[in-house]
């Protein structure tokens, strides 16, 4: 084991570990479904500044990109949309989304749909509202998304984005069993996979864990491949190159005492806790 990864564990005992859906999973407290059903309100308060619940969900078809287990998707469902797609990647969370949808009596407005956010199964024009809450970190090709996005939405429809920058105190997304703030910012991948991968060990769930965080290049280096580095800076790039104005674009920050020094373009990126975007077809 590395000398920095030592180091890294022993730093590690040193802080407490924050709440997080895996452990709540884990530990028999609650499914990921639930805690994400449960955080449904968080998933778009936001928005509230400018956009009513009515506005988002009344009565409209959505799709919730990158859904996980589709607690949030339930919960835009109980907003008062007439349906909902919970869009995910990953297949092995069907039958805990169908399982709670039926739960609450909502399996009639609800549909897990198994796919890539850069290859939508939706015609043309055919969606009214489009959610991507802490999903444009995730994706594999960004642009082709927003792409997508733009193309399935009637017009007049609105894409609702927000997500954590990488620089976010925990925008490594490690905080499962890596408690450090900006941790990522301080060691090197190498050293963060080889520190997460001997936590793991402590979990029954270890191995699986690794396998959503971890794949391998082919040369053989291990990377964090759930995570695409999504900054500030790149994703106002993005919007420019992809030619999108936001309907509406904010940095909401840590602390309120932060708020002016999220203006500056270096602190703003460790500073911001939220990237907030609307769009607008």
């Known amino acids: ?21 895996f452990n709540l999973q884990r530990e028999g407290v609650k499914s990921y479904a639930m805690w994400q ?8 308060k936001f928005y509230l500044k400018n956009y009513s619940i009515e506005e988002m969900f009344g009565g409209k078809t959505v799709a919730d990109i990158g859904c996980g287990a589709a607690g949030k998707s339930l919960y835009y469902a109980a907003s008062g949309a007439a349906k909902v797609y919970g869009v995910e990647i990953l297949e092995k969370y069907r039958t805990e989304a169908d399982a709670l949808a039926a739960e609450l009596g909502l399996a009639d407005k609800f549909e897990f749909v198994c796919a890539d956010a850069a290859h939508l ?22 642009e082709a998304v927003l792409r997508e996005c733009r193309r399935v939405l009637r017009p007049g429809g609105r894409l609702y984005v927000n997500f954590p920058p990488y620089h976010h105190p925990f925008g490594a997304h490690l905080s499962d069993l890596i408690y450090i ?11 963060l996979i080889e520190a997460y991968q001997e936590l793991a060990k402590t979990c029954p769930d270890g191995e699986e864990r690794i396998r959503f965080r971890i794949s391998t290049r082919k040369d053989g ?20 190159t992809e030619h999108i104005t936001p ?35």
């Open 247 to 281: 309907a509406y674009y904010h940095h909401e920050p840590l602390r309120g005492a932060f708020r002016h020094l999220c203006r500056l373009p270096l602190l703003r990126e460790m500073l911001v806790k939220m990237v907030v975007c609307v769009i607008e077809k």
């Open 37 to 44: 059903y449960e955080k449904g309100a968080e998933t778009i």
């Open 121 to 142: 199964p939706f015609a043309d024009g055919s969606i009214d509202t489009m959610i991507m809450n802490d999903a444009m970190e995730h994706v594999d090709e960004p």
């Open 221 to 240: 280096t291990p990377y964090f491949s759930y995570i695409n580095h999504m900054t500030i800076k790149r994703f106002e790039r993005i919007l420019r």
């Open 181 to 191: 703030p900006w941790v990522h910012l301080f060691f090197p991948e190498k050293v």
């Open 1 to 21: 084991m590395m000398l920095r990864t030592r180091l890294l564990l022993a730093a590690n005992k040193c802080f407490k570990a924050p709440l997080h859906p």
